[in-house]
């Protein structure tokens, strides 16, 4: 039989066993104690970053908050509310030194059906004759179709659009373009409607300006770029300007075909 000797502890050892623990538990505490702090200042680092991050895109949205928003144009606010306005034409071919434009107004409702018979004159000779409709509504102006006639007043064709086109609108915004796409069908009287051409028309406010032109001079007039394109006729280019009761008075225009300059300048008005 064998026996298990027992070497005896003493207290001795016990001490040293209890301090090497102990000392061993204190590192332990301290490691603990050091990623902590590592932990709370990396917290309080992204926390700082976050606030300097919102403080940044705050500072912008306030920025965005305070910068002016585009203004915004009705039709209405500067369309014409005379019988009849004569303009001085310059063309370098062509007919016209004098167009004379007459408006005539149908009230329907909330509705205005309005024509302007367009006749233009070389040295006080009649050499164009033509007709625009259009729908005058609260949301906007549209054209429907151009009577084209003799020099006698009798019509010769109408040209009809195949849905009627927004020209204006009551919410025009400075700077952003608006538009569309048609055909245009050719009818004869007595004949057959012929698709004569089809365009995309775009349009464009660009900013509200004083006008001066042999009428007088205009303040608050609206400054407007229209574009078309055509498949038959190639791109228009006009800038124009409208005021208040009177509508256009003054008109630049590049001809698609001779790609001349030509000009319009309002020189009296009919109440």
């Not at 070497?7 to 332990?28: E, I, K, W, Y």
Request: with cysteine; hydrophobic share 40%.
């Amino acid at each position: 039989m064998f026996k298990t000797k027992i070497v005896p502890v003493t207290v001795a050892s016990l001490f040293v066993m209890s301090n090497v623990f102990a000392a061993g538990l204190a590192q332990d505490v301290d490691e603990l104690q050091i990623t902590s702090e590592t932990l709370v200042g990396a917290v309080d680092d992204q926390s700082i970053a976050i606030n300097a991050n919102t403080n940044a895109v705050n500072a912008v949205a306030a920025q965005i908050a305070a910068l002016p928003l585009p203004a915004v144009y009705d039709y209405k606010d500067f369309s014409a509310n005379v019988s009849s306005k004569t303009f001085s034409t310059t063309f370098a071919s062509g007919c016209g030194d004098t167009e004379v434009r007459t408006l005539t107004r149908t009230v329907n409702g909330d509705t205005t059906n309005l024509i302007v018979n367009r006749t233009r004159s070389s040295a006080g000779r009649l050499c164009h004759n033509k007709s625009f409709n259009y729908v005058l509504t609260p949301e906007a102006r549209k054209l429907v179709s151009k009577e084209n006639n003799d020099l006698g007043g009798n019509l010769l064709s109408t040209d009809i659009l195949g849905k009627p086109f927004t020209v204006r609108k009551s919410a025009m915004v400075e700077g952003k373009a608006f538009g569309g796409a048609t055909g245009i069908k050719r009818q004869s009287v007595g004949g057959t409607p012929v698709l004569i051409s089809v365009f995309v028309n775009t349009t464009t406010v660009e900013r509200v300006q004083d006008v001066t032109v042999p009428a007088g001079t205009f303040t608050d007039c609206l400054k407007i770029h229209t574009t078309r394109n055509s498949g038959v006729i190639g791109r228009f280019e006009r800038y124009s300007w409208h005021c208040a009761g009177l509508g256009e008075v003054k008109r630049t225009q590049v001809d698609p075909v001779t790609l001349e300059h030509r000009f319009w300048k309002l020189t009296s008005y009919t109440p």
